[in-house]
């Protein structure tokens, strides 16, 4: 019988892209609900960051356990369940009277519910139907919810002058949770080989993108950890995707707000910073004609060229740099992520893949914590956002440079 017109991959790959924009908006919405809380609980920057710093830390040390659980159940009640509980989370947070309960309920309940609908589980189901060869475009695309997540920014901040952030976290984690959960068991399957649509393909018909019958299936994370290559692909996740990353989308509000602009403005220039996010999301695509080095190292430069445009755009009279910032930063970090984990499913796919996301998701999610909390305590210590800014700049060039050496020849793993 013939192959049915419609691949069915491509209604996971739209169910995983919904996932990411509802599960990240619910972390992303830290940036907009942050100096309302120093407001409200004259709290120190650097202590309020750290709850965000922590939910980015548990989100990674719950990604590996993450990442086994979509290798070994079925992946659809693994997501639903991660949203019941980012999105319970969520709205629980609305009942907070002191800061150890953030630490608890957004610190660590919302991160575990977020590393269950996250890109970890996600990119392991994706790549049974996809394979590798595609992977700029696929993962470019399932990224992009991300960056979208980010454009929720002026809702929420909409949300919060009209009811109050508390009312404002209880719509917000409701709603969420009215969307994660059927989508994810209405629609996300495991593999061809689980969805009836396909089970009437004969074992002789020719390698698709989705089939996995060629399909390495040897890589560890061991074996991945012995790998040159994983080494620094994991020092490159630490440097861009974790500690620049999460500098710039924790503070760029605060920032914007510290020098003048509106709050509605500030979380309108964040929402540009979503769309540039995720536009470098999708322009990842091209990494699978051209290389996924030229990208890396593109993000990594663009976005340093738009660091350094903040610092010199201090008043609300220089809003344009402000609008060239947002583009430049959120499009040069947003292209990374999926060609480093298109790099990264090149050359280690297998049945052990979603264990092996989960190592670099571990690491990038300690850069991120480092960098979020470090952000807010070095304003504390100079009253200013310089220091921090600087060191995203460093870290981005050192991503460059990592990129390099990650893709020479003489770091590239052997086939397994």
Not at 38 to 52: E, H, K
Not at 120 to 137: D, E, I, N, Q, Y
Request: proline share 4%; net charge positive.
């Amino acid at each position: 019988m013939r192959r049915p017109r419609f691949f069915y991959g491509w209604a996971v790959l739209a169910a995983g892209f919904t996932l990411i924009l509802f599960g990240y908006a619910m972390r992303n919405t830290f940036s907009v609900f942050y100096p309302v809380i120093v407001s409200d609980f004259s709290w120190t920057r650097g202590d309020t960051a750290f709850m965000y710093s922590l939910t980015i830390l548990s989100y990674g040390l719950f990604a590996p356990v993450a990442g086994r659980l979509a290798d070994r159940f079925n992946p659809k009640f693994v997501l639903a369940a991660g949203g019941l509980i980012v999105g319970g989370g969520i709205a629980l947070c609305s009942l907070a009277t002191s800061i150890a309960y953030f630490y608890v309920i957004y610190g660590v309940l919302v991160a575990v519910g977020l590393s269950l609908i996250g890109i970890t589980p996600l990119t392991a189901v994706l790549t049974h139907w996809f394979g590798s060869k595609r992977g700029g475009m696929v993962f470019g695309l399932l990224g992009s919810g991300f960056g979208v997540s980010l454009i929720s920014a002026p809702l929420f901040q909409w949300l919060i002058s009209g009811f109050g952030w508390r009312n404002a976290y209880v719509l917000i984690g409701l709603f969420a949770v009215a969307v994660i959960v059927p989508v994810s068991i209405g629609i996300v399957r495991r593999s061809p080989e689980h969805q009836a649509l396909l089970a009437h393909t004969t074992p002789a018909a020719p390698q698709t993108a989705g089939s996995t019958a060629s399909r390495p299936t040897g890589w560890t994370v061991r074996q991945a950890l012995g790998t040159r290559f994983f080494r620094l692909m994991l020092i490159l996740g630490f440097c861009n995707m974790g500690f620049a990353q999460q500098v710039t989308i924790a503070h760029q509000v605060y920032y914007l707000r510290d020098v003048g602009h509106d709050p509605m403005v500030a979380a309108g220039m964040f929402g540009v910073f979503g769309v540039a996010f995720a536009t470098g999301n999708i322009s990842s695509f091209l990494s699978d004609r051209f290389g996924r080095l030229l990208f890396m190292v593109a993000g990594c430069v663009v976005a340093a060229g738009g660091m350094l445009l903040l610092g010199i755009a201090p008043a609300p009279e220089s809003r344009i740099v402000a609008v060239v910032f947002a583009v430049c930063a959120g499009w040069g970090l947003g292209v990374t992520p999926p060609c480093c984990f298109a790099a990264i499913a090149d050359r280690l796919h297998g049945k052990n893949y979603g264990a092996i996301q989960g190592t670099i998701i571990l690491v990038t999610s300690v850069g991120g914590a480092l960098g979020a909390w470090a952000g807010g305590a070095l304003h504390d210590v100079t009253g200013s956002y310089d220091t921090a800014f600087a060191l995203v700049q460093v870290a981005l060039i050192l991503a460059a440079v990592l990129a390099i050496l990650a893709t020479r020849p003489s770091a590239m793993p052997s086939g397994k």
